[in-house]
């Protein structure tokens, strides 16, 4: 199993505060991705980090920020959360992308379910 | 507009009831085809990787296959074990981090 941990795994909070997720990677994987989780869609990207201090934003990156210090640690961000945030949140590393197709292969954390109330 | 699509959206199987799963995808070029393993409250589990059409990959009761239009993910003879939500994901050629993700499939096998 790839060496992939998110805090907290669960979290309920109120509208307004700020959240911070955190994901952390024993794997030394180049690539880190923040996703979202809702019933009816597929998982959306929201942030992606492509080495550190090095991140784009995804297709739903609308309140959210994120920050990449360390190889290893991809943070996300809610800097004022709303109900439309309470998602599942999922984090994915690859091993790289644009090289051998192999390296493009995700693995995911197992997730904080986020409630914002 | 890249797009996947998972059929069915659930399905129900007797125990040894083998079927397959499909996934039908439109993409620009396709770099890659992947299927995942989600149980309820966990992360998508890594099952497969597909590069290009006409390649097979086998693990255990599950086969995946792929054509230029579509995946298919054959499982023979399930055990209730394999009660899953089963996720496909493509990669395309052109855009630098572009995971496009269908909703799944949840199975759901009986004993």
Redesign the interface.
């Known amino acids: 199993d790839a060496g992939?941990t998110q805090s907290p795994r669960h979290k309920v909070t109120e509208t307004g505060t700020p959240v911070t997720l955190r994901c952390h990677q024993t794997e030394n994987h180049r690539?880190m991705?923040w996703y979202r989780q809702d019933p009816?869609?597929?998982?959306?990207?929201i942030h992606?980090s492509?080495g550190v201090k090095d991140t784009?934003k995804?297709e739903v990156s609308d309140g959210y920020s994120v920050s990449r210090s360390k190889t290893e640690d991809f943070l996300l961000t809610l800097e004022s959360a709303t109900s439309s945030q309470t998602s599942v949140y999922?984090c994915a590393i690859s091993e790289g992308?644009?090289g051998k197709?192999?390296t493009?292969?995700?693995?995911?954390?197992?997730?904080t379910r986020l409630t914002v109330l | 507009e890249d797009q996947?699509t998972q059929s069915p959206e659930a399905l129900r199987l007797q125990e040894g009831e083998s079927s397959s799963l499909n996934c039908s995808y439109t993409v620009s070029g396709l770099?890659?085809l992947?299927w995942?393993r989600q149980d309820p409250?966990?992360?998508?589990?890594?099952l497969f990787?597909l590069?290009s059409a006409g390649e097979e990959k086998e693990k255990e009761r599950l086969k995946a296959t792929l054509t230029k239009k579509e995946s298919f993910l054959h499982i023979t003879a399930p055990k209730p074990e394999d009660s899953a939500t089963y996720?496909c994901?493509v990669?395309a050629t052109s855009g630098?981090?572009?995971?496009?993700?269908?909703?799944?499939t949840r199975l759901k096998v009986l004993a």
């Open positions: 992939i690539y991705y009816g869609h597929g998982l959306r990207l992606y492509y784009d995804g999922f992308i644009g197709a192999s493009d292969t995700q693995y995911f954390g197992p997730g | 996947v770099r890659g992947f995942y409250g966990k992360g998508p589990e890594f990787t590069y996720l994901a990669r630098t981090y572009k995971y496009i993700f269908g909703t799944g």
